[in-house]
């Protein structure tokens, strides 16, 4: 089903402090955006699929969703897969449209951590809270620090990930936070937990973000104006918690990736521009090396030299990721690879014709990745 | 007064906190397969029987790796930082989550550790030296 299903419409809130915004209203602001890009009406939208919100805990979500939405879905639901959702859901969407069980669905998602409550993210681990650990940081703190050891992996090379989003992050106006990294000033900045440092950490951010999806005929139909074909979709679960991973610096990424790869009938080398969920920057380095961009153990020195900035061999992140342009657990990384597809990024890679997206949670245990292309 | 965040001992773990108590280290064996896992299951993940037991670990591992606090929003923790948290995998294969009694300058991954059983808040809490 290469190239059977596009992203019709893409659409985002503003990404930052945004107090007395629930994600319900985030997610219509999404949806609303995403339908006008898309040039349809809501009448025609027969599938919603929503990501469970991490800062705000309840159940029938989808549910909630539809109502405010004003809407009847024949197909959906609620997806609880952290960062991995967004890709996963129009993975999902595009198999329910081929199997005729909805035509145009909405994607969407929508988090207030930043002036909700961040408790999921700085919770301690049950029984192990006796011992300090808690937070989600740790957990790819401890991943980290097994491959710096492992592979020799540098601090530098943790921070020149940083430096790339929070430089590709400055030159996007709607990025939260637009100031440039230096080296310098990454080597000066706080460890929060080692040998993570302040600036190897995501941003917090209250933000939605949504995509309409329908099959290429459909949209051809509807005269919509610049769809871009799903070329593939694929998933993984690395599922063990990070303490009882056989091994702390290899996932499932690996396994999405080859599925995406092998549906779009495309290698690594094909791609011109990549958009890696950069929760934390070890992260980036993780999944370079699952994805096969480069051997495991190379992904230090593969982003050194400015080779994932705009201008390198395989440029990432060009609106500034997690890391500068919003914390949202990953559909900014969606609609981002749409755009750089359209030729309306505003850090644009010349002429690319493949985008790759990868999203991932928990601490590394969902995946899914996503290539978009003009087919 | 801040409080330590403490286990919450249930018939699951009740075992292993009390043979800690007794000064011993334990960790699950499954009697189907003879797969070794920490922390308390209710069935084995391998072949996901119920016939599981406790066995004495001998207490000895290798440093997995390692994170060093810098911060906490927990305000008993945050009054020990810097501190560090460990993933140690015992020499029957069990993996927990613990603290290493050295400086963080000695720690180094697959080095030697020997379990070193502490008193806390009323826990005996299993901790690792450098062995
Ligand atoms: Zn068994």
């Known amino acids: ?375 | 007064m801040s409080e330590l965040p403490l286990p919450v001992v249930t018939p699951l773990t009740e075992p292993y906190w009390k043979g800690l108590e007794e000064g011993e280290l334990r960790h699950q064996k499954c009697r189907g397969c003879g797969h070794v896992w920490l922390p308390a299951r209710e069935e084995c993940p391998r072949c996901l029987t119920a016939d599981i037991t406790w066995e004495a670990s001998s207490g000895r591992g290798r440093l997995i790796s390692w994170v060093i606090y810098h911060h906490s929003s927990d305000p008993v923790f945050a009054e020990r930082v810097p501190y560090n948290v460990a993933v140690v995998e015992l020499d029957e294969g069990a993996r927990l989550i613990t603290n290493i009694l050295a400086p963080s300058e000695d720690l180094a991954i697959e080095l030697p550790v020997v379990v070193q059983i502490e008193q806390e808040s009323g826990f005996s809490l299993p901790r690792f030296r450098l062995a």
């Open chain 1, 1 to 375: 089903m290469r190239g059977t299903a596009v992203i019709a419409g893409i659409g985002q809130t503003a990404q930052g402090k945004m107090p007395g915004r629930t994600t319900t209203s985030l997610n219509v602001e999404a949806c609303r955006k995403a339908l006008d890009d898309a040039g349809i009406e809501k009448s025609m939208v027969d599938g919603l699929f929503v990501k469970y919100p991490t800062s705000e805990h309840r159940s029938m979500y989808a549910q909630t969703m539809a109502e405010a939405l004003g809407i009847q879905p024949r197909i959906g639901g609620v997806w609880d897969q952290g960062g991995a959702a967004p890709s996963s859901m129009i993975s999902f969407a595009a198999m329910a449209i081929e199997q005729g069980q909805c035509e145009v669905a909405l994607v969407t998602i929508a988090d207030n951590p930043r002036t909700g409550t961040r408790q999921a993210y700085e919770r301690g681990w049950g029984d192990d809270a006796v011992f300090g650990w808690f937070g989600t940081p740790a957990g790819y703190a401890m991943v980290a620090r097994r491959h710096m050891e492992q592979y020799g992996t540098k601090h530098e090379q943790l921070g020149a990930v940083a430096r790339a989003c929070r430089r590709h992050g400055a030159n996007n106006p709607d990025a939260q936070l637009r100031r440039p990294l230096t080296a310098e000033a990454y080597e000066a900045s706080s460890f929060v937990v080692d040998p993570l440092r302040r600036d190897d950490c995501c941003l917090i951010s209250d933000g939605g973000a949504a995509v309409v999806v329908m099959s290429a005929e459909r949209a051809r139909q509807l005269g919509v104006g610049a769809p871009v074909p799903i070329l593939g979709f694929g998933q993984g679960q690395t599922s063990w918690e990070v303490a009882q991973r056989p091994d702390l610096t290899s996932t499932a990424a690996a396994v999405s990736a080859r599925t995406a790869f092998a549906m779009a009938g495309l290698a690594p080398k094909d791609i011109d521009v990549a958009q890696l969920y950069d929760c934390f920057t070890i992260t980036v380095i993780l999944t370079l090396e699952d994805y096969g961009f480069c051997a495991k153990g190379q992904g230090g020195p593969f982003v050194e030299d400015g080779r994932i900035e705009i201008g390198g061999d395989l440029p990432i992140n060009t609106s500034g990721g997690l890391l500068s342009e919003s914390g949202m657990p990953g559909m900014q990384l969606v609609t981002e690879a749409v755009r750089q597809i359209r030729g309306t990024s505003t850090n644009q890679v010349a002429g690319a014709t493949t985008s790759l997206v990868s999203n991932q949670g928990g601490i590394m245990h969902t995946h899914s990745t996503l290539i978009l292309g003009s087919s």
